[in-house]
T-cell receptor, first 117, second 113 residues
Framework: DTEVTQTPKHLVMGMTNKKSLKCEQH?????MYWYKQKAKKPPELMFV???????INESVPSRFSPECPNSSLLNLHLHALQPEDSALYLC????????????????FGPGTRLTVL | DQQVKQNSPSLSVQEGRISILNCDYT??????FLWYKKYPAEGPTFLIS?????DKNEDGRFTVFLNKSAKHLSLHIVPSQPGDSAVYFC????????????FGKGTHLIIQP
């Protein structure tokens, strides 16, 4: 299984809603990532989880709250979003060996297309 | 401050010919470089990568060249096929990719029959 899955594929939410995005991988990868991609722009890193611990937060507003319940799952909880948060949210994973700079490509899921009204 | 630059927004190549996509970077701490292919409304698909200790990596029709002194890398696709039409992103990372990737803006490759 070399796949990263993301649900839902599409999500429309109001600014007062609370919703969650889900990402799953069964490749035994120990690093997982959230990226945000706006139209005609490159993906931008949001969060990095390494061995289920948050290791990087790229100054993301607190209305985005990541969670890594176990090594296969990554969630992104959304609350009080703004219309400018509408984007494609991409999840990725990589092998990452602890304490070793080994070169590990990231595998991406298909993304969740989020629209905030 | 763009650390990874792809200066050609689009590139048109005849089917069967070589496609060359270019990428420049400014951060000398980058030690791992990757190319991804992306179709609209899909996630990026990993193509090929190269670490900073190498200057060339080959995988089938895809070859990536790294010139560290010029802070430049390129992706060669030969021969180009219609299915290669997509947006290609160059990405770079420190610590072998562990800290996430920095992407260029992408080049839209169009393969003409």
């Amino acid at each position: 299984d070399t796949e990263v899955t993301q649900t839902p594929k599409h999500l429309v939410m109001g600014m007062t809603n609370k919703k969650s995005l889900k990402c799953e991988q069964h490749m035994g990868h120990r690093a997982m990532y959230w990226y945000k991609q706006k139209a005609k722009k490159p993906p931008e890193l949001m969060f990095v989880y390494s061995y289920e611990k948050l290791s990087i937060n790229e100054s993301v507003p607190s209305r985005f709250s990541p969670e890594c319940p176990n090594s296969s799952l990554l969630n992104l909880h959304l609350h009080a979003l703004q219309p400018e948060d509408s984007a494609l949210y991409l999840c990725a994973s990589s092998r990452q060996l602890w304490g070793d700079v080994s070169y590990n490509e990231q595998f991406f899921g298909p993304g969740t297309r989020l629209t905030v009204l | 401050d763009q650390q990874v630059k792809q200066n050609s927004p689009s590139l048109s190549v005849q089917e069967g010919r070589i496609s060359i996509l270019n990428c420049d970077y400014t951060n000398s701490m980058f030690d791992y470089f990757l190319w991804y292919k992306k179709y609209p409304a899909e996630g990026p698909t990993f193509l090929i990568s190269i670490s900073s200790i190498k200057d060339k990596n080959e995988d089938g029709r895809f070859t990536v060249f790294l010139n560290k002194s010029a802070k430049h890398l390129s992706l060669h696709i030969v021969p180009s096929q219609p299915g290669d039409s997509a947006v290609y992103f160059c990405a770079a990372s420190v610590r072998g990719g562990a800290d996430g990737l920095t992407f260029g803006k992408g080049t839209h490759l169009i393969i003409q029959p």
